[in-house]
């Protein structure tokens, strides 16, 4: 039997809305790929101009204090001055992190992009993307995609490497195959994301508002009708992990706005090198590293250097501080006396991370990332770049409500609402 997940024993991290480790910058809506689980819809002629990511920037410089800025979308490579918005982000004095499926990636573009200020690469690949090449492939086959890519980075040389995978049904059970390709890799795969799936489900037992106006929910394209599709959960990727590798232990997690209780975003760390893992850091730890850096630097770590990443040895002198660290300094104390390890290797710091998104509880509440990374800027306001889409067609987030407790209101009343929520719509698109 797996061991449950307590949130009372994790580190609650520490991040907020003013004051968090990341912000979301989308300079395009335009994509090359067509994922199945996407939250976005593609549009061809969305870049935005320079002037206009300019602004986006000014306006977490006002608002949001924070360490990196995923520059992301749409895929972010499809926009022709990408390595202009990379050094404008670097100026701001914060990391910036391309997220991108690596369609349009070269060795020669990736140099470019480091040397106007680039720090790290997030790559999501996922066997639902309809990859040209791949598109019959497993999680497990795309891990010779992955490890082309991060191959590309390590010979670049001094810039982060993470993936993400968004975990469906008939995905899950693949989740500890990528794991221990991360771990055979973990000398250049820095951190590992599982995303699990989520469908706003049309109908059921909700109807749809924005600031009390029907909506017609069903346009947005993570909507679906199709009621077999199962969400995913952050308790379901632990269960899975740990029914191959018993001793994963998350150390910290964000909690749902609606839902104290709920792993919204969920982290560990491990320490490791040639592909064997010694141990995981604790909470203690992850608590260590986000208050240290807050106070020496003023902002909350988000993406380490690589460097850093390297002398996981210097974190074990946190061991008496912290019982899980004890636990894998012992483990890695065994393994040198065994000669399965030697004193002089290098340890490797390798994050794990599952995020879940948006749940709707029973009420009708919706149960957010709170002190979520990824928020982004809409007409110079804050907003969940997950529901991006809700403010552009209709002005503002969708409300759900349950049928039993919506207001009474006249038929043509709302028959007239819903057509002018649409037309509304259709001008934002």
């Known amino acids: 039997m797996t061991q449950s997940l307590d949130h009372r024993t994790l580190y609650r991290l520490p991040w907020s809305l003013p004051d ?3 912000a979301w910058l989308e300079p395009t809506r335009k994509c090359n790929l067509a994922c199945f689980g996407c939250y976005r819809e593609n549009d061809p002629k969305g870049h ?8 986006d920037l000014a306006v977490f410089r006002r608002l949001r ?68 090449g791949w598109k019959r492939a497993d999680e497990v086959r795309l891990c010779e995609l992955r490890s082309t890519y991060a191959e590309m980075v390590a010979r670049v040389g001094g810039l982060g490497c993470a993936f993400n995978q968004t975990v469906y049904e008939d995905t ?24 699990t799936f989520r469908a706003g489900i049309v109908g059921g037992d909700f109807d749809y508002y ?19 599709l199962k969400p995913i959960s952050s308790r379901d990727v632990v269960e899975v992990i740990r029914s191959r590798y018993p001793e994963f232990a998350p150390a910290a997690y964000l909690n749902g706005t609606e839902a104290p209780e709920d792993f919204k975003w969920l982290l560990s760390g491990r320490l490791g090198a040639r592909g064997r893992i010694h141990g995981y850091v604790g909470p203690r730890t992850m608590e260590l590293a986000q208050v ?14 690589p460097r850093t990443l390297s002398h996981g040895r210097s974190l074990l002198g946190l061991s008496p501080l912290d019982p899980q660290l004890r ?34 509880l029973a009420d009708g509440r919706q149960s957010m990332c709170d002190g979520c990374p990824d928020v982004t800027v809409w007409n110079g306001r804050l907003v969940w770049s997950c529901r991006l889409e809700e403010p552009v067609r209709y002005g503002d987030f969708v409300q759900t409500v349950r049928r039993d407790q919506r207001p009474r209101a006249s038929a043509e009343g709302e028959r007239s609402a819903l057509a002018a929520n649409g037309a509304a719509g259709g001008a934002a698109r």
């Not at 935005?48 to 602004?55: I, N």
């Not at 022709?80 to 020669?108: D, F, H, S, Y």
């Not at 240290?292 to 250097?305: F, K, P, S, W």
């Not at 393994?335 to 709707?360: E, K, N, S, Y």
Request: hydrophobic share 45%; proline share 5%; glycine share 6%.
């Open 172 to 195: 899950i059970e693949q989740v500890p195959d990528v794991l221990a390709w991360a771990a055979r890799n973990i000398e250049i795969v820095h951190t590992i994301v599982f995303i």
């Open 210 to 228: 924005v600031n009390g106006r029907p909506a017609d929910f069903a346009e947005v394209p993570y909507a679906s009708d199709d009621t077999s």
């Open 292 to 305: 240290a850096n807050h106070l020496l630097r003023g902002r909350y770590l988000a993406y380490a250097d």
């Open 327 to 360: 636990k894998t300094a012992r483990r890695w104390l065994s393994a040198c006396r065994r000669g399965c390890a030697r004193p002089t290797d290098r340890l490797h710091f390798q994050a794990v991370m599952v995020i879940q998104p948006i749940d709707i």
């Open 48 to 55: 935005k101009s320079l002037a206009e990511v300019r602004a």
């Open 65 to 132: 204090n924070v360490d990196a800025i995923s520059i992301a979308g749409g895929d972010p490579l499809t926009h022709p001055q990408i390595v202009e918005i990379v050094r404008m982000t670097a100026e701001e004095g914060v990391k910036p992190i391309l997220n991108t499926n690596g369609l349009a990636l070269n060795e020669q573009l990736l140099r470019e992009l480091k040397a106007a200020g680039l720090v790290g690469v997030t790559f999501h690949i996922d066997s639902k993307q309809g990859r040209p």
């Open 20 to 22: 968090n480790a990341i």
